[in-house]
Structures are given as C-alpha cells and as structure tokens.
T-cell receptor, first 114, second 117 residues
C-alpha cells in the first residue's frame, strides 16, 4: 500500500467552473476526512465519512461543495461554480475506526482559481 | 469547541542550536494532542502524540513535547536541530469523547522552522 493518494496534485481553473478531486485512502481504512488549508493557516476540517456515510460537515462546506464516498472506498470532493476564495490546498486523510487511530494524510490537491 | 494557538509563525535557528515551538490549546473537554510535520512538497506526517500516561513524549528523530494541563500547552522541543528539520510544524488536538473519538483534528496555524547552516 502506498498510502493515501490524491489526484490531481494541482488544478488551475477559471472562476465559475466546476472541479472534482479524488482521494484514495489506505485500503483497509473505513474513516475518511477532507480538510482545506489556505496559505499561512493550518488545515481546517471540512467533512468526514465512516464507510459510505457522511457523518459530519463543517459550516465551511457551502452548498457549492459536495463530497461522496459511494462504495466506502475512494472519495470525491466537487466544487461547483468555483470562486477565487476557493483557492487552497485540499487534503484527504484516512484512519481505522477505534478509540484512537492515527490519521494518515495524502499530499493534497492544490487548487488555484483564476 | 477546541482551538489551538501556535505562538510563532516562523522560527529561524542555526544548525545544532536548541529550538522550542510553542503550542497552547483551549478545550472544554479532554483532548489528545499531536504534532504534525510537513516537509516541502510532502503531506502531513505525525511527529508525536500524547494520548495518556507520561506527559513527556518523544519522536524517533529527537523531538520531544510535554503536555502541561495547567497551562494548556504542548510545546515541541529539540536540543540540537539539523538542516533536515527545516519544515512546517503543526500542533493539533483531538476531542477525547469519553475514550472514543472519530478523528476530527483541530490544527494550529503552523510554525515554519528554518534551520540555517
């Protein structure tokens, strides 16, 4: 297993376009998280899945954002009608269920909205 | 809700000097504490964690952090840094909900450690 994989690594898009990012977690991990990191800030929680169920969404996740994990394996994060303020690094992490289990992060997808 | 404050956004230091990266947190419930490191063009990696037990925790590459409940701090230290320690370091907390948690981390703003030769 090569860890958490995110694609694409970089995405440049024009304002108003839709974009979709993919995250492939570590294969046996049933928890999956999305975070957003803007310049000079730490990662901020966006949403969380346990298997295919989306169990929590941050208020940061506006109506233009949607995340799915259809078969409890990979996940997609879509942003509709992108805005310049959406420019950020989008991070995915995965972990096992348990009292405490380490979250492993992918390298992220850097989105630039021009 | 939890919050994390990293008191220094940038820390420049010379090689072989000691370093301390400061982290304070706020939480109304018990938390687990973490330091993550992000090397250039790489993902976040767990450096060390405090879950319970001894308040002093160590990493395999010489970093240590001490949980201070009264001061709500979890400062990261290394007695002698190397060029290869240059990276961004993030302090994070995880809500400990009666011994279980689903893993939603709250991060500080990050501290960029730059080690000069």
């Amino acid at each position: 297993d090569t860890g958490v994989s995110q694609n694409p690594r970089h995405k440049i898009t024009k304002r108003g376009q839709n974009v979709t990012f993919r995250c492939d977690p570590i294969s046996e991990h049933n928890r999956l998280y999305w975070y957003r990191q803007t310049l000079g800030q730490g990662p901020e929680f966006l949403t969380y899945f346990q298997n295919e169920a989306q169990l929590e969404k941050s208020r940061l996740l506006s109506d233009r954002f949607s995340a799915e994990r259809p078969k409890g394996s990979f996940s997609t994060l879509e942003i509709q009608r992108t805005e310049q303020g959406d420019s950020a690094m989008y991070l995915c992490a995965s972990s096992l269920v348990g009292v405490y289990t380490e979250a492993f992060f992918g390298q992220g997808t850097r989105l630039t909205v021009v | 809700a939890q919050s994390v404050t990293q008191l220094d956004s940038q820390v420049p230091v010379f090689e072989e000097a000691p370093v301390e990266l400061r982290c304070n947190y706020s939480s109304s419930v018990s938390v687990y504490l973490f330091w993550y490191v992000q090397y250039p063009n790489q993902g976040l990696q767990l450096l060390l964690k405090y879950l319970s037990g001894s308040t002093l925790v160590e990493s395999i590459n010489g970093f240590e952090a001490e949980f201070n409940k009264s001061q709500t701090s979890f400062h990261l230290r290394k007695p002698s840094v190397h060029i290869s320690d240059t990276a961004e370091y993030f302090c994070a907390v995880l809500r400990n909900a009666g011994g279980t948690s689903y893993g939603k981390l709250t991060f500080g703003q990050g501290t960029i450690l730059t080690v000069h030769p």
